[in-house]
């Protein structure tokens, strides 16, 4: 019997491998682009210019390459092509959404872990990763006052963070194995939060079987915290009806306006109650950074769990959002699931950092925050936020002796909500309501056609209003009065 012919088949590493001075060129290039983007961070307007699908997919798109390209033209098309089809999201007037401005080592450190497979796994294979995340939690624990000896997993950003928190609330309140047995068979699980908590929650609970009609939404007081007795009113109902309530949703800093909900009276009403206590604190739990806003903040000390997202207010890279716990079991008992071809890697008493979370293949998210608390210290940090914060109060100040705007809220934290409203608009309120939502929309519109400033808008109370959120480190009191200017230029050309 004839043995078969055999191929020769080429090393991989002859088809796909880099001569190291090639990379270098590379690098060398990939940051001199970096370099002249931060070198003139308002070179780009914060929207780009409209974009047709067929011109750009034949610049982007087009057919499957079949041959490689020189790698210098790689880089060419994405700096002639795909920058300019990008928001800005560096730029010093970027004052909308929660968005802030990723600092410059943070970016370049985001290139090593993805060039050598820097990740947290199990402890034999990647101890140094695995310890980085574990004290990058610890770290935002103390930074926020949670506990100065906190757990917690790095995701995507606050909303996969929310949902941990969630699954992990519905493991240790529901009352039953609820990871065998499911929620048939058992009364309805009900979570707790106000009407001004982020969408999160109820996707959450939609995709953890629960349901998003079990997510109670309680009205606000004026000013959009939530409302106590309305509370205590809906769980008591929920008794009434058989159901089981579970958790309670407090916000520390609302997308719409950074209102912080009454955190010690809600975590006495958990307690109470037996409710898992989650702070939902992506955005404002930073806050307590500032000294003067720290003590509003002081029942974050008595949650069962905490979301921050590093990067919105410490300006961090995507992704880093981190979901906090007292304890490691807490996120273990809640995802842990050690299949056959892991048990070779898995020793019961190390810290197998995948054991904490969904996710098995993920990046190092931790590393970055790690390296800029390192280069800058609390002290940068606390400065900045306190900043922010002070600039949001200027603002209101400012809004509320204008003449021709309207202040909406006084800041809680860095987000100022306000109206522009022209004198020259003219009948009784109720034609004029309507017509200033109207304006106040069509201003958010011409921002981002313009491009050199940017506040979104938000509806509160039915009305539409602009929404300035301070998180940016580059924010400074000059580029908020550009932006305010430019606000007013615009809303008197929409207004003739």
């Given at each position: ?160 963070a929310n949902l941990m928190g969630l699954a992990v609330a519905r493991l240790r309140r529901c009352g039953w194995d609820v990871k065998e ?132 207010w410490l300006n961090m890279p995507y992704d880093a959002g981190c979901v906090l716990t007292r304890k490691w079991s807490d996120l273990s ?164």
């Open positions: 019997m004839s043995s078969p012919e055999t191929q020769e088949i080429a090393p991989a590493e002859h088809v796909m491998a880099m001569d190291p001075e090639q990379i270098r060129a590379l690098g060398y290039r990939i940051v001199d682009l970096i370099t002249e983007e931060l070198g003139a961070p308002d070179r780009r307007p914060i929207y780009p210019p409209p974009h047709r699908w067929d011109e750009l997919d034949r610049r982007l798109g087009g057919e499957l390459p079949e041959q490689g390209s020189d790698p210098f033209a790689v880089i060419e098309t994405i700096r002639r092509d795909l920058l300019p089809a990008s928001a800005n999201y560096i730029h010093p007037r970027l004052l909308g959404y929660v968005s802030s401005t990723p600092l410059p080592l943070t970016g370049l450190i985001e290139a090593l872990v993805a060039s050598v497979r820097l990740f947290p796994y199990t402890w034999s294979l990647t101890p140094g990763s695995c310890l980085i995340e574990a004290v990058v939690a610890r770290w935002l624990g103390q930074m926020v006052g949670f506990s100065d000896q906190a757990a917690g997993y790095m995701t995507t950003g606050g909303s996969w047995e499911g929620l048939g068979g058992h009364p309805a699980l009900c979570a707790y939060t106000s009407n001004q908590a982020h969408s999160c929650h109820e996707q959450s609970m939609r995709l953890l079987g629960m349901g998003a009609a079990q997510l109670r939404q309680i009205a606000v007081d004026d000013d959009y915290r939530i409302d106590l007795a309305a509370l205590e009113a809906a769980i008591q109902t929920d008794l009434a009806a058989g159901l089981k309530p579970f958790c309670l949703l407090a916000n520390a800093g609302t997308t719409n306006t950074g209102a912080i909900d009454p955190l010690e009276a809600m975590a006495d009403l958990a307690e109470h109650h037996g409710l898992w206590f989650h702070v939902d604190g992506a955005y404002g739990a930073f806050a307590a950074l500032d000294p003067q806003v720290r003590p509003q903040l002081a029942g974050l000390s008595r949650a069962d769990s905490v979301v921050v997202d590093p990067h919105k008992d809640t995802f842990a699931l050690i299949p056959t071809y892991l048990e070779a890697g898995h020793a019961e008493e190390a810290h197998d950092h995948w054991k904490h979370g969904f996710e098995l293949t993920r990046t190092d998210r931790a590393l970055k925050v790690w390296v800029a608390l390192k280069q800058y210290g609390l002290e940068s940090f606390r400065a900045m936020v306190s900043q922010h914060i002070a600039l949001a109060r200027r603002l209101g100040e400012w809004v509320d002796a204008a003449d021709d705007f309207e202040l909406i809220t006084r800041p809680a934290l860095s987000v100022c909500c306000f109206r522009y409203r022209p004198q020259v608009i003219p009948g009784d309120a109720a034609q004029t309501e309507p017509e200033l939502d109207r304006l106040n929309l069509a201003l958010e519109n011409a921002l981002a056609r313009d491009g050199r400033a940017l506040v979104t808008g938000t509806e509160l109370n039915g009305r539409r209003v602009l929404r300035c959120c301070i998180v940016n480190h580059r924010a400074t009191w000059e580029g908020i009065e550009y932006t305010l200017a430019l606000i007013r230029e615009l809303g008197q050309k929409l207004t003739r």
